[in-house]
């Protein structure tokens, strides 16, 4: 049995639970699978990262779920008419030559004719071609996504690094503060007794007979 962890979410799984959420956004696949997938990887609860997905990392992936809801309206697109082209030209296919050009049963002479297949063809084609160069586009947007996302990892993690070194800085110097203060005030009460001695001192005088006797 998995043991599910309790301790606080680092760098890497935020990544994982992204790259993952992200995937099934653009495959058209619900985040609830993502968080159950996500869990699986990381030895969470998927209602874990759920919480977590929504609270905190989704802020940070905005553009980057546009770019996969983008990308899975394409696929979407394509398998709607996928179907469609790959019916029609089984159906050209299939045609027998009559007089005046080709037929089948049901259908008319113009759906029909060669210049028919020849435009929805065409017509398919430049669909196919678009769609590509779209998806690509999106594609090229993301790489840029991920890699600006990168960058800034990298500078968390610097960051993070000067902060570290900043807190150890300060607890030197405040150590360094406090053994100062501890040594004045310890000069300070030396100087106070001193001061007290020498008062004493300075109201009495040794007379002739070594005894002393208070000055008025």
């Not at 992200?22 to 985040?31: K, P, S, V, Y």
């Not at 309206?73 to 398998?79: C, D, T, V």
């Not at 996504?145 to 110097?173: A, C, F, G, H, P």
Request: net charge neutral.
């Amino acid at each position: 049995m998995t043991a599910i962890r309790q301790d606080a979410w680092s760098a890497e799984d935020d990544l994982i639970l992204a790259e993952v959420t992200l995937r099934h956004i653009r495959e058209g696949g619900t985040q609830l699978a993502a968080f159950e997938e996500v869990g699986q990887k990381i030895g969470r609860t998927s209602a874990a990262c759920g919480f977590r997905w929504n609270s905190c990392v989704r802020k940070r992936y905005d553009e980057a779920i546009s770019i996969a809801k983008a990308q899975r309206q394409k696929r979407s697109y394509i398998r709607k008419q996928n179907p469609v082209g790959v019916s029609q030209v089984a159906a050209f296919a299939t045609l027998e030559p009559v007089e005046g050009g080709y037929r089948t049963d049901g259908m008319n002479e113009d759906t029909l004719s060669i210049d028919a297949v020849i435009r929805f063809l065409r017509q398919w084609k430049g669909t196919v071609q678009e769609t590509n160069r779209q998806i690509k586009m999106l594609e090229k947007d993301l790489r840029e996504k991920e890699e600006e996302l990168n960058q800034l990892r990298s500078i968390n993690d610097r960051l993070s690094k000067e902060v570290n070194e900043v807190q150890t800085d300060y607890r030197v110097v405040n150590d360094d503060y406090k053994a100062l203060i501890q040594i004045m005030d310890r000069a300070r009460r030396l100087a106070l007794i001193t001061e007290d001695e020498d008062e004493l001192k300075s109201r009495f005088k040794m007379d002739a007979n070594g005894n002393l006797e208070r000055i008025e």
